[in-house]
């Protein structure tokens, strides 16, 4: 079993198919009867019984077989129906899973979330006093301007490399999905890339690259203390908004003044987001461990969360997947001066747990979910797709995630 080590979004749907069969019961006789004529011995042929499995998807189908099994949790009704033999129990739940893989409810005001069945507004966690921030703290900042799963591309088919997938689970003789990904390397985002594409018909690789090219999603790195000798160094990653008078029309696919998506271009200018910060307004995610050897940087590690913002416009919401025990890893180029310039062949690996996708789902509701959805049917397709065992138990509890990454620079000039 693969062991995991921040997103939910997931519960198990089986689909279940009737095995429909045809099977003769009765025979020819050989046994001589008296047809009160004549007195001769004739052969008597009987009727081959046929099965009566129309609307059946299990139990008897009158010739001594049967029109399909239901699945474990499951019973066969008298019409032939598989039903659940699973007891609902939300208790004084009002919100979250009813322990049957459907839900207690939904939370319906704006800012709730469900904590432990209970409908909550959750303490600040943002900056309270955006005055706060003092920009000129900041040391060298990039825009990852390129963000992939399976490669920056949406129009070319998505790979399983070492570019695009890690070792999650640090088990080279596991890998996920199979048969896409080998060589111990997982990406569970694949398969819900390619789930989201048949459910809801959304190219989560597309919105991704559309939601970085257009600039709904900025994310900035800053640098402190920079050193390309092996020395620790601080990264710390906000979120933040292009500068008010830098538009994009989604016509014609450009910006007014400064084309973000470009190295020609950089760096432009950006304003950072305060919900990239604590209360206190300290920076959110903070690696005090980033090192760079040999112009491969890296940081993170057990431990780490990060938060990615996917705007998904099917849903007409953004998802805040939290990515726990995440890593990164990157080319650094630098110029000729030292001064790193872009982030290039760049990995964010890590795990989304079980749980917190299950709360996203919950809390998105059902007028955001595709037609015929509801938050319990999807996130039984979603479980599907468990492939970390986070506590050693067993059971798959989490999702590998696998994300590409490059970056350019970028100029912070005030707050959102």
């Not at 046929?50 to 019409?79: I, L």
């Not at 596991?174 to 390397?185: A, I, K, Q, R």
Request: hydrophobic letters at 35%.
């Amino acid at each position: 079993m693969k062991r995991l080590g921040s997103a939910s979004f997931i519960v198990l749907l089986t689909l279940l198919v009737g095995s429909f069969g045809l099977t003769a019961c009765g025979g020819a006789s050989d046994t001589p009867a008296d047809n009160g004529s004549n007195g001769q011995d004739t052969t008597q042929e009987n009727d081959v019984c046929q099965p009566a499995c129309d609307g059946k998807v299990c139990g008897d189908d009158g010739c001594g077989g049967t029109c399909g099994d239901c699945t474990d949790g499951q019973e066969c009704s008298a019409a032939g129906l598989c039903e659940s033999t699973c007891v609902p129990d939300c208790g004084d739940n009002v919100c979250g899973d009813d322990g049957c893989g459907g839900s207690c409810g939904l939370c319906a005001g704006e800012d709730e979330v469900c904590e432990e069945g209970a409908c909550v507004v959750p303490p600040p966690t943002s900056c309270q006093d955006p005055s706060q921030i003092d920009i000129t703290t900041l040391g060298i900042t990039h825009r990852i301007h390129k963000f992939g799963i399976g490669g920056f591309d949406p129009e070319v088919d998505a790979v399983c490399d070492e570019l695009t997938a890690g070792n999650v689970d640090a088990d080279p003789n596991t890998s996920f999905p199979d048969g896409v990904c080998e060589n111990g390397l997982e990406n569970a985002l694949l398969g819900i890339v390619e789930l989201a594409a048949s459910l809801a018909q959304t190219d989560l690789r597309v919105e991704l690259a559309k939601a970085i090219s257009d600039g709904s999603v900025n994310i900035i790195t800053d640098m402190q203390g920079y050193a390309n000798d092996g020395t620790v160094f601080t990264v710390s990653l906000f979120n933040a908004g292009t500068e008010e008078s830098n538009t994009y029309n989604e016509e014609t696919s450009e910006w007014s003044e400064c084309d973000i998506t470009t190295l020609d271009s950089a760096p432009c200018n950006y304003l950072i987001d305060p919900e990239s910060f604590t209360p206190e307004c300290n920076p959110l995610v903070v690696f005090a461990d980033a090192i760079v050897v040999d112009g491969h940087l890296t940081l993170g590690g057990p431990g780490t969360t990060f938060v990615l913002q996917l705007p998904i416009s099917a849903l007409d919401a953004t998802l805040n997947l939290s990515i726990i025990d995440m890593t990164l890893k990157a080319t650094v180029i630098e110029d000729e001066n030292g001064v790193p310039v872009q982030l290039e062949n760049g990995l964010i690996t890590g795990i989304l747990p079980e749980e917190g996708i299950m709360d996203i789902i919950a809390n998105l509701g059902g007028s955001s979910l595709p037609a015929g959805f509801d938050p319990s049917t999807l996130i039984g397709f979603l479980q599907t797709y468990l492939d970390i065992d986070t506590d050693g138990d067993g059971e798959t509890d989490a999702l590998s995630v696998g994300v590409g990454l490059e970056a350019i620079p970028a100029t912070i000039t005030g707050v959102k």
